[in-house]
């Protein structure tokens, strides 16, 4: 018989010779078994894993023989981390498991706990960090219970992660500091950089930008000192990120410029695709558009070689953001296209992961009253089961007399067909032709339609901030130049109704850019004035349409408010749009500044008005569709002053049932006749 190990050659590896050597001693024993595992280790850590686990096999097989329980138990967990290390998660899940019900049968704590933890962090990178944290808990407890400092750091360290992928950052960093304390004290092998680099993350989330950085330098320091590559690269793109978002665009500039610079000396594809995102939107705020692309290009090809779907939609939408500035207006549809098919396809994965969420904290509270329920159950499925059965028969008698009836009405129809098939062949080959034509329209406005839709808040979100009021929005076409925008930045509301140049697919893209440059003012240049804001969305439209060969001379009138819901202070500013207000049953108007948001021979500054209101106060936002619409007995226009009249008269009824009352209105003014503009109308009682 062949020796099984002849052909592997272990000449120069020390580990393999050793793990051989024990395996050819026979009879076997415990103590061999847990030497076997002890150098099987060192090869699966070193990541020989073909070999390791072919080998780690065997051992299990000999543990199993021996009946040597903690032997099997750190055996499965061996083959379980070399699954792990080959990217197969759940085949680690099944032998971590496996490992877990040996460990408790021979009742091996410190096995248990280590099992529980595998399990968690399987279960963390499936996305199932409810029942991440439940295994990381018994694990913790275990861990306290023998007192092993290792497994509690480590414990502590996979209960922060979850609770930072749960959003609970105020948890998260509570777990780590934990772990800090005890790699600190008890000299761990705790990556300390990585625990400062994950707090710093928990800091940004929560806007704490001191805390932020100072955890992020800490991070620095021992990935400098530990000659950490691949960490270092994280860190340099976090803090620059960081920086990005308070608006310190200098310090940006450098820390993601030292991300750039590391990626030539890394084999880590992920690390290199995030910073050529994050260069490339550098590149685009400081407007070298031709420089910037081909970082998104390259961080594409890389993502999808890897299969991270989470950087797609930001660098589609970059390169879209990149081809519209160049006019390049079919690539830059075809970028946004993709940009939100992603969107799409990430919606809906997040949508199941929030799903599996909620079931798994459902099914806690629902096992005690399961069995219960069954046995409700079977006794109704005793009483129903001849009405069932009577059920069933008319189902199926009914579907039998539709099969024949459509049977005959087919028979009717292809009889048809063939009389006059010879005639209609022409007819039907260019309806072919005009209706293809037709879906291909229909298709990418449908697209277009998707993606203004991202930009706009849900009515639900603005309520849940503003519970008393409504928004009224009726686009002429599939998508407008008409759109309404809010933000919330700590205790201030900023809300607005905006009227790009034009309507349809023209006013859309006019509105998309828009939309990005009040994004930019407020969360990237961090102004919450509104007359400042539009000041600068004047400019950041401008710097975008200047691109371009030929004049352009769209831009946007708009209504900008922010609320401060603490001390209940109303700043305002305005592009054409004015402010209306309803106080003691009167209307009055704050006027806006008479320039819009785009190109203007003699531009100013915009206003802002700062307002006080009594409570029950109504503000009213608004463009120019409501009041431009033609209709009535003499097909005119309904005008500002019929408008003013009618928030007057419906002023005491709730904000909804004005809403309704302003649209069955606009319907019934309009009659027969087209609608002419895109209509927003936002109402809030104060």
């Not at 293809?436 to 309520?463: C, F, G, H, T, W």
Request: proline share 2%; charged share 25%; aromatic share 10%.
């Amino acid at each position: 018989m062949l020796n099984m190990f002849q052909y592997l050659s272990f000449s120069q590896n020390p580990n393999l010779d050793s793990v051989i050597y024990f395996l050819k001693k026979k009879p076997m024993d415990t103590t061999t078994i847990k030497k076997l595992n002890e150098l099987n280790s060192k090869v699966i850590f070193r990541g020989q894993l073909d070999t390791g686990i072919y080998l780690q096999r065997i051992i299990l097989k000999e543990a199993i023989k021996l009946n040597f329980l903690k032997g099997q138990g750190k055996a499965n967990n061996l083959i379980g981390v070399a699954f792990y290390y080959y990217g197969e998660a759940d085949s680690a899940l099944k032998y971590y498991k496996n490992a877990l019900v040996i460990n408790t049968k021979a009742n091996y704590r410190k096995g248990i706990g280590a099992a529980h933890d595998n399990i968690a962090m399987i279960l963390s990178s499936k996305g199932n960090y409810v029942e991440a944290l439940d295994h990381q808990f018994i694990a913790l407890a275990i861990q306290e219970e023998i007192d092993e400092k290792e497994g509690i750091a480590l414990s502590y360290n996979g209960i922060a992660q979850s609770y930072s992928n749960l959003r609970n950052f105020k948890e998260a960093i509570n777990y780590f500091e934990k772990t800090l304390k005890i790699a600190n004290t008890y000299k761990t092998n705790t990556n300390i950089s990585n625990l400062y680099s994950h707090m710093g993350i928990c800091y940004s989330q929560m806007k704490d930008l001191k805390n932020a950085v100072y955890c992020y330098r800490i991070a620095m320091r021992e990935a400098l000192i530990m000659k950490n590559n691949d960490g270092l690269i994280y860190i340099y793109n976090n803090i620059g990120g960081v920086y990005i978002e308070h608006n310190y665009p200098d310090s940006a500039v450098k820390y993601f410029g030292l991300a750039k610079d590391l990626i030539n000396f890394t084999n880590n594809r992920e690390a290199i695709a995030t910073t050529c995102v994050n260069y490339g939107s550098l590149l685009i705020s400081q407007n070298k558009l031709n420089e910037a692309e081909p970082y998104f290009i390259k961080a594409l090809g890389i993502l999808k070689e890897l299969g991270i779907k989470k950087g797609f939609a930001e660098a589609y939408g970059s390169l879209g953001e990149i081809a519209y500035a160049k006019k390049e207006y079919k690539k830059a549809f075809d970028y946004l296209k993709l940009c939100m098919q992603c969107k799409d396809s990430m919606l809906n994965e997040n949508i199941q992961k929030k799903i599996g969420d909620v079931q798994m904290l459902y099914e806690r509270e629902k096992k005690n009253k399961e069995i219960v329920l069954l046995q409700k159950d079977k006794e109704m499925q005793t009483s129903l089961g001849a009405a069932e059965k009577k059920k069933k028969n008319i189902i199926l008698m009914s579907g039998i007399l539709i099969v024949v009836l459509l049977g005959i009405f087919i028979g009717f129809i292809v009889n048809r067909f063939n009389l006059t098939k010879k005639q209609k062949n022409i007819i039907e080959e260019q309806k072919h032709l005009v209706e293809e034509k037709q879906k291909e329209i229909i298709d990418s406005i449908a697209y277009a339609k998707r993606l203004q839709d991202a930009i706009i808040p849900s009515v639900a979100l603005i309520q849940q901030h503003l519970p008393d009021s409504f928004v009224l929005y009726k686009p002429k076409d599939i998508v407008a130049g008409d759109f309404y925008w809010m933000e919330i930045v700590k205790d201030e509301i900023l809300i607005a109704a905006a009227d790009c140049t034009g309507h349809g697919v023209p006013g859309a893209m006019v509105s998309v850019v828009c939309s990005n440059a009040l994004n930019r003012a407020v969360k990237e240049f961090g102004l919450t004035d509104p007359g400042k804001i539009l000041d600068k969305v004047r400019e950041l439209v401008l710097e975008t349409f200047e691109k371009s060969v030929s004049e352009v001379k769209d831009g946007m009138d708009i209504s900008f408010c922010s609320i401060n819901i603490k001390t209940k202070k109303i700043k305002w500013a305005g592009a054409y749009n004015p402010l209306w207000y309803i106080e003691n049953n009167e209307l009055k108007e704050v006027v806006a500044n008479k320039q819009p948001i785009g190109k203007n021979d003699n531009p100013a500054p915009f206003t802002t008005h700062n307002l006080e209101f009594k409570d029950g106060a109504i503000l009213f936002l608004f463009t120019d569709g409501y009041p431009d619409q033609f209709g009535g007995p003499k097909g005119k226009k309904y005008k500002y002053k019929q408008l003013e009249d009618l928030l007057v008269t419906i002023a005491a009824k709730p904000l909804t049932e004005q809403a309704s009352i302003l649209d069955e209105k606009f319907e019934s003014w309009r009659g027969e006749l087209e609608q002419v503009d895109d209509v927003t109308i936002i109402g809030i009682r104060l």
